[in-house]
């Protein structure tokens, strides 16, 4: 299309210096995914992560974006994006071999001092006897 919408008064293909621009520009365009693959790879590699084990929800690095400040933890939170380890590896960012499950952890430690100050009341009754 010229500038005012008409049609070109000749095929693109046609045209020789189009065709060789359009020939340079599939090239840059084909180097610049290699480079985009191999530098995915790298960074996969330098965190020991295989490509086909890299975890569907961060792509292997470890971390992604949240829609809200609570990121894992979930509840309520502020309005913003926030960075956060991924909820599906935890971090390792290989979707076969996760990291400790934060959730699960926050959980334990919540019962175990729960339990603890259980034991100290009972302890406290007993020596008060």
């Known amino acids: ?7 070109l008064p000749y095929p693109l293909d046609e ?9 340079q520009l599939a090239t840059a ?12 790879a790298d960074a996969l590699m330098l965190r020991n992560v295989e ?12 971390v ?9 933890r979930g509840g309520c939170g502020g309005q913003a994006m926030t960075n956060g380890v991924c909820d599906h590896c935890w971090g390792s960012g290989d979707r076969y071999l996760q990291w400790v499950d ?3 952890a926050a959980q334990q ?4 001092q729960a339990e603890i100050e259980d034991w100290r009341s009972k302890l406290q009754k007993a020596l008060s006897h």
């Open 51 to 62: 490509l086909l084990r890299a975890c569907k929800e961060c792509g292997g690095l470890g």
């Open 15 to 23: 045209c020789a210096g189009c065709r060789d621009l359009t020939q």
């Open 109 to 112: 430690l919540a019962r175990f």
């Open 29 to 40: 365009i084909a180097e610049r995914d290699q480079r985009k693959e191999s530098f995915y």
């Open 102 to 104: 934060l959730r699960r």
């Open 1 to 7: 299309m010229s500038e005012k919408g008409k049609p």
């Open 64 to 72: 992604k974006v949240y829609a809200n400040t609570t990121t894992w």
